[in-house]
């Protein structure tokens, strides 16, 4: 397990917690993306945050070992989402990204904020698994489909039958393109707005970018920073380091390359 299991729940409806600490604008300093790790630690898990020093990296690396000893302890317990990827558009799926999440009743999204979001992605293809499994959410493009979030064993046979989606090419830069989030059941609590969602592409493999930008969107979601109506502006950059934008949300986990260090992957500016 790694830092991307570190979610930011809070309440799906009704009141809010307010969100972890975000920066506004500035340079997204190691100090500012251990602060947002750490925050979304407490926001999840209060009484796991309690347990560690979370002042300094040492004390996240041993809330990782603890996290992962109770995975190990209940294998299959915990809330998990499963995500079915056929044909990888970036576009297109984040807007089913974001679909699925709207689609949440509070009783099954609470489960899964305390399990920091996970989600399995899996190569496979929807269409001929439809008379087999039942999908909460399908893109309308048939392109990708979800499962849950729901205990593991719920979706044991799905994830036995597909192989774990295989997405080691690095990212290459793209020029910007904005989606719209479709309607949903849930109604909007506000007019719709803009946003941005800026990507680290240098040294990040597709399979990485579907792991934090799930995070960032399902969660942003969860939160009420995307909404129905909504449009997303999806950018690529090199690095987040030196923009000079006000964030609402961020994507923040261990760099693989360097674990010793914090990286901030993806983040959702306010709107605009």
């Keep these: 397990m790694n830092l991307s299991t570190l979610g930011s729940p809070r309440e799906h409806g009704g009141a809010r917690t307010p969100p972890a600490p975000t920066p506004r604008t500035g340079r997204l300093g190691p100090d500012l993306l251990l602060a947002v790790a750490a925050g979304r630690l407490r926001a999840a898990r209060p009484e796991l945050a309690a347990r560690f020093d979370l002042t300094?990296?040492?004390?996240?690396?041993?809330?990782?070992?603890?996290?992962?000893?109770?995975?190990?302890?209940?294998?299959?317990?915990?809330a998990l989402a499963v995500?079915?990827?056929?044909?990888?558009?970036?576009?297109?799926?984040?807007?089913?990204?974001?679909?699925?999440?709207?689609s949440l009743p509070e009783e099954r999204a609470e489960?899964?904020?305390r399990a920091f979001t996970r989600t399995v992605f899996l190569a496979g293809r929807p269409g001929n698994l439809a008379e087999r499994f039942t999908f909460d959410h399908?893109?309308?493009?048939?392109?990708?489909?979800?499962?849950?979030?729901?205990p593991q064993e719920a979706t044991t046979a799905l994830r036995r039958l597909l192989k774990t989606f295989s997405g080691t090419r690095e990212l290459s830069a793209w020029a910007p393109v904005t989606v719209e989030v479709g309607a949903s059941s849930r109604s909007a609590a506000r007019p719709?707005?803009?946003?941005?969602?800026?990507?680290?592409?240098?040294?990040?493999t597709v399979s990485?970018?579907?792991v934090h930008v799930?995070?960032?969107?399902?969660?942003?979601?969860?939160?009420?920073?995307?909404?129905?109506?909504?449009?997303?502006?999806?950018?690529?950059?090199?690095?987040?380091t030196g923009l000079a934008v006000p964030f609402a949300a961020l994507r923040v986990d261990a760099d693989p390359r360097r674990t010793h260090e914090l990286r901030a992957y993806a983040g959702l500016t306010e709107e605009t």
């Design 214 to 240: 799930n995070h960032l969107v399902v969660e942003a979601v969860l939160d009420g920073l995307i909404a129905p109506g909504d449009r997303l502006t999806l950018r690529s950059v090199p690095r987040l």
């Design 192 to 204: 719709p707005v803009h946003r941005d969602l800026y990507i680290a592409a240098a040294r990040v």
């Design 111 to 113: 489960p899964w904020r």
């Design 56 to 78: 300094g990296p040492r004390g996240l690396l041993d809330a990782r070992v603890a996290l992962a000893a109770e995975e190990e302890k209940d294998p299959a317990g915990g």
């Design 138 to 150: 399908v893109a309308e493009d048939g392109s990708a489909a979800w499962a849950g979030p729901a």
């Design 83 to 102: 995500a079915v990827v056929d044909r990888f558009r970036l576009p297109e799926w984040v807007a089913g990204t974001c679909r699925f999440a709207l």
């Design 208 to 210: 990485e970018l579907l």
